[in-house]
């Protein structure tokens, strides 16, 4: 039972929830990018490069005999994959550049000390009309 409390928690953390959203967040952003870079990005460079589909580019390692498959080297997935992680850190990195930013400002601002309590101005006339005497 004190592991569940643990548990519950940990999990129950404000961080945590956070993580949790960004996460499912990230996902969908992910899928959204690899749909723009596979059919809006790839199609226009692949026509200016002679009508090329990249999801076809490959290296045959070992043909096809029989029942078994040929192996290849899919270079063509490779590249798009890789244009999909530029594109996430890109976002990413304006978003962090973002944060930072707003963090700056919030640093910026100085905040003015509160101002001394009833008790405190008091204490501090009563120790100046000491000095005095």
């Known amino acids: 039972m004190q592991i ?13 929830i956070d993580m949790a959203v960004g996460v499912v967040i990230g996902g969908a952003f992910g899928k959204i990018v690899s749909s723009f870079v596979s059919d809006v990005i790839m199609p226009p460079i692949g026509l ?17 005999h029989g029942e078994v498959a040929a192996v290849t080297m899919n270079y063509g997935k490779f ?4 244009i999909d992680f530029i594109i996430v850190a890109f976002a ?10 707003l963090k700056k400002k919030e640093a910026a601002a ?11 101005t008091l204490l501090a006339e009563i120790r100046d009309i000491l000095k005095q005497k």
């Open 4 to 16: 569940m409390k643990e548990f519950k928690a940990f999990a129950m953390r404000g961080n945590v």
């Open 48 to 64: 200016l490069m002679g009508r090329v589909n990249f999801s076809d580019l490959v290296i045959t390692l070992q043909k096809a």
């Open 79 to 82: 590249i798009q994959t890789l």
């Open 92 to 101: 990413i990195f304006m978003v962090v550049k973002g944060m930072n930013s």
């Open 110 to 120: 100085p905040v003015p000390p509160p101002a001394p309590s009833k008790e405190e």
